[in-house]
């Protein structure tokens, strides 16, 4: 599945014709369940598991993805479901969603980013008491911190995923690309120097 999505997600930013895609889990019982710990282990070697983490980097390929990701996102969110959420743009919840991290509790450290994407959506703090204390979280208080956009009922999320993709897509593909890689490299820079970057992409775009 790792590697589909990876093909996919090359696909998206291959695509001349793609603008915008929305990222949603194909049963009913949840958008992704984390990885299957009965997998675990199961790799020739740890030397082997590494090579095709870093050959097949999805979680960079995700951010360094140039058009915007819509996740929809119902049922449970759990582990690297929430990291891969937490890479996507937008993330829009059914109102039946439950969050959990259980990496800590079960003796290992999140793999997929999100230690670093979670606290760059919800703080540092919280992010600390939600990862190392493995509990669930209610969709409600996962609005109300940031960690998802919108909450709607479970019946309207594709609806309104495909609405709010529809309002991206009508947008300059130019801007939407610049304004995106302005948002999320400036992350690391000071703000004089994203100031500047932000300056660079809008001159770029008016000489276009």
Not at 171 to 190: E, F
Request: charged share 25%; net charge neutral.
């Amino acid at each position: 599945m790792r590697d589909e999505l990876y093909e996919t997600l090359k696909l998206l930013r291959d695509d001349p014709n793609a603008k915008v895609a929305i990222l949603k889990g194909s049963g009913e019982r949840g958008f992704c369940a984390g990885a299957d710990l009965t997998e675990f282990g199961t790799a020739p070697s740890q030397v082997i598991a590494r090579e095709v983490r870093w050959e097949r980097d999805l979680w960079g390929l995700f951010h360094t993805q140039p058009k915007p990701i819509v996740a929809a996102l119902h049922g449970y969110v759990i582990g690297s479901g929430i990291e891969i959420a937490s890479l996507c743009d937008i993330r829009i919840a059914a109102d039946n969603c439950i969050f959990r991290m259980p990496e800590v509790a079960l003796g290992m450290v999140p793999a997929a980013g999100g230690t670093q994407t979670i606290p760059r959506l919800i703080g540092t703090s919280r992010t600390s008491e939600f990862i190392l204390s493995n509990r669930v979280m209610e969709v409600g208080e996962a609005r109300k911190i940031g960690l998802v956009d919108r909450v709607v009922p479970r019946s309207e999320l594709l609806k309104e995923c495909l609405s709010v993709s529809r309002i991206l897509s009508r947008h300059d593909n130019s801007a939407l690309i610049l304004a995106r890689r302005a948002i999320l490299l400036g992350l690391d820079l000071s703000l004089s120097e994203g100031l500047k970057l932000e300056k660079r992409f809008a001159e770029t775009l008016s000489v276009v």
